[in-house]
């Protein structure tokens, strides 16, 4: 083996010796280090060696800890079978510590998976204790479930002796640390908080249980669970929601609040009977990363002008439409927070309340019981308000009653469910709000989708040529030419590239927004032929940005990723 000639050209292994180690190695299997380690040679003599001879750089992970973000690159699986693991990125490229450069099959294996995260790699020789360091490192939320699920025997509910690590719920239930399945939902609840995620799935499979955290939009796989705790980990969620543990054949909405992190943490719980057993979803409202303001959201300097007249306006309706999950409510809190709490009476009608915002009342509708935003509006209105929130308008009752609060001396800012901003006043129509009504009420009206955010020292240039210049030529080409100058110039566009602060090259969200004022020309198509494309061709002759372009302007200022302008 030329390996144990060049250790023996070094004087670290005497050559009469080879052909015994040679021996050993094909007894133990082809492990080269552990017969060598077991004749006293050094880890570090053996590295040297090995990356003279494979011609591989060595890395030393001595005071260094892979993040969680470059662990997803590689599963834990596959880093355990073939003995390589993500260690970093450096400029776009995905490192990767091995351990065995003679094992053929891991090379092929690690350029399948690496495929899958579109980052070219480089390989580095790792030491066998910098390698255990690593799968260490992924065992941390997998691990620590592991562990409880190993204090399970026959048992899967522990008793509930209130030991010291003891979380309240709403209803005085406890979160018992030391209880295994306990254990397991703080533990999941403990690694959704800590990787900033928005919600978290559990959910029955079949042959297994999946929990699936949403993380900027996108929901990946963080856990595999045995079938066997499917029941406790969803009856312990329901005690902590005060839900009906006896009740698995109809939906449940619920909610807890629990300390993570040093903060208290609320969390919506939503189940739902699927085939295999209840689906539980839980979000997560975090105080201190929920209420947010409109430069935190990301609200371009001409959009955020325009917001901030409507919400100052004394009466009025201000819309903000979009689909579920596009930011709809962040944005309505951030409008409250531009008012002062002290000189108005603000009030809201919420389904459910998610954040607490001192100086305003916020309310809880509950249909279940007559408790509507229709009839909520109602009682709001004898509360002298100047200011009324209103979740949603969700039926013909809600928008009049709208209407008419906004015709009598109060801002009402509300969410509608529409595709874009031109489609809030055909909607309003269908819902049977009268033409001339909508003119002299609606004062703002805001569609808005939620992108992915490059992170700061992570933005790569891509020049605008091909097709990409023509997409922008077109996308623009209706607009007037007074509002196309307005715009940046298209030289370049930007991506998102890996760093080693940023793996992922992204972090958190952003809006990106289309919108109007009412204005003269727009009330009399109103009143005239209120469809979309008229009341989008009138938008478009004043200028109006919309979403995609509004994406576009953002990733040629290097916010965002052009591939999120793809995605509207």
């Known amino acids: 083996m030329k390996l144990l000639n060049i250790l023996s050209e070094k004087k670290i292994i005497p050559k009469h010796s080879i052909a015994d180690i040679e021996e050993e190695i094909q007894a133990a299997g082809g492990d080269v280090r552990a017969v060598l380690e077991k004749r006293g040679v050094s880890e570090d003599d053996i590295l040297k060696v090995q990356g003279e001879y494979y011609e591989l750089p060595i890395r030393s992970l001595d005071g260094i800890k892979v993040p969680f973000e470059v662990l997803k690159h590689i599963p834990e699986e596959s880093a355990l079978h073939y003995r390589f693991a993500p260690i970093g990125i450096n400029d776009g490229v995905l490192e990767i510590g091995i351990v065995d450069p003679d094992n053929a099959e891991a090379r092929d294996v690690l350029n399948f998976v690496t495929s899958k995260s579109g980052l070219p790699f480089k390989i580095f020789l790792i030491s066998e204790k910098d390698f255990n360091k690593v799968l260490e490192t992924y065992k941390g939320l997998s691990g620590e479930v592991t562990k409880a699920l190993s204090e399970l025997e026959t048992e899967l509910v522990a008793e509930e002796d209130e030991p010291a690590g003891v979380t309240e719920g709403e209803d005085g239930a406890k979160i018992v640390e030391d209880a295994p399945v306990t254990k397991m939902v703080a533990t999941i609840l403990h690694y959704a908080v800590e990787g ?45 929601a005060s839900m009906r543990l006896d009740e698995k054949r109809k939906p449940q909405d619920g909610r807890f609040s629990a300390k993570i992190l040093g903060r208290k943490i609320d969390f919506r719980v939503s189940t739902f009977p699927a085939y295999y057993g209840e689906k539980v979803v839980m979000r997560i409202l975090d105080a201190e990363r929920g209420v947010r303001t409109l430069d935190d959201i990301g609200v371009s300097k001409d959009h955020m002008d325009v917001i901030r007249k409507a919400v100052e306006r004394p009466h009025g309706l201000v819309l903000i439409s979009g689909p579920t999950g596009s930011g709809k409510s962040t944005t309505l809190y951030a409008m409250l927070r531009e008012l002062d709490h002290e000189k108005y009476n603000i009030l809201s009608l919420e389904d459910p309340v998610e954040f607490n915002i001192p100086g305003i009342s916020q309310s809880q509708v509950h249909p279940d019981i007559g408790y509507t935003f229709a009839s909520g509006l109602r009682t709001t209105l004898r509360q002298d308000p100047d200011v009324i929130m209103v979740g949603e308008i969700r039926d ?36 049977g709000v009268d033409p001339f009504l909508i003119a002299p009420t609606l004062v703002l009206a805001i569609a808005q989708r939620l992108v992915r955010k490059i992170c700061e020292g992570s933005e790569k240039k891509i020049p605008v040529e091909g097709s990409i210049k023509v997409m922008l030529e077109k996308q623009f080409e209706d607009l007037p030419e007074q509002f196309r100058k307005k715009i940046p110039k298209f030289t370049s566009v930007h991506e998102a590239q890996p760093t080693k602060a940023c793996p992922s090259g992204v972090r958190g969200r952003m809006a990106v927004m289309e919108m109007f004022e009412m204005d003269k020309d727009l009330e009399s198509t109103i009143l005239t032929t209120p469809t979309n494309n008229e009341i989008m061709k009138i938008l478009r002759k004043k200028g109006m940005i919309t979403l995609k372009e509004d994406a576009i302007i953002k990733s040629v200022e290097g916010k965002i990723s052009f591939e999120e302008v793809n995605k509207l």
């Open 196 to 240: 900033l995620a928005s919600d978290v799935h559990i959910e029955h499979m079949g042959e297994q249980v999946r929990v699936r955290f949403r993380v900027d939009g996108l929901l990946h796989v963080s856990l595999i669970l045995p079938t066997k705790v499917h029941r406790a980990v969803v009856a312990r969620i329901k005690i902590l």
């Open 396 to 431: 013909k009752e809600t928008a009049k009653l709208a209407v008419q609060a906004a015709l009598t001396g109060h801002l009402v800012l509300s969410t509608i469910h529409t595709n874009d901003a031109a489609g809030v006043i055909p909607r309003l129509i269908n819902m």
